[in-house]
């Protein structure tokens, strides 16, 4: 039987391995990320558990008007009903859009 002390380093060592997981995941896809929020041509969305295990990660075609397509990126967004977003810049009717939603 485990002691405590080793439960919880594996547990540790299991979160330390999904956060390498990750990263690893947002570099290989970073260099195709837009520095604008609304022309990312994707968006990458990243489900956790309570524990902060990745579940799932998935990447959303920005299929909005910015690219002849229907609808404004931030509606886009709201509709995988997220509990927070990640960007590196955001212009403010975008941010106005976020901001009236919470």
Known sequence: M?????????????????QQKLRARMRESALRLSQHFGRAPYF????????????????????????????KPPEII???RPNAVAT???????????QNET
């Open 2 to 18: 485990k002691s405590n002390t080793h439960v919880i380093d594996d547990r540790r060592k299991q979160i330390l391995e999904q």
């Open 44 to 71: 990458t969305v990243v489900e956790l558990d309570e524990s902060g295990k990745v579940l799932n990660l998935q990447i959303v075609p920005n299929k909005s008007e910015h690219f002849r397509g229907v609808g």
């Open 78 to 80: 709201l509709n995988l």
């Open 88 to 98: 590196c810049g955001m212009g403010p009717r975008a941010l106005g859009t976020f």
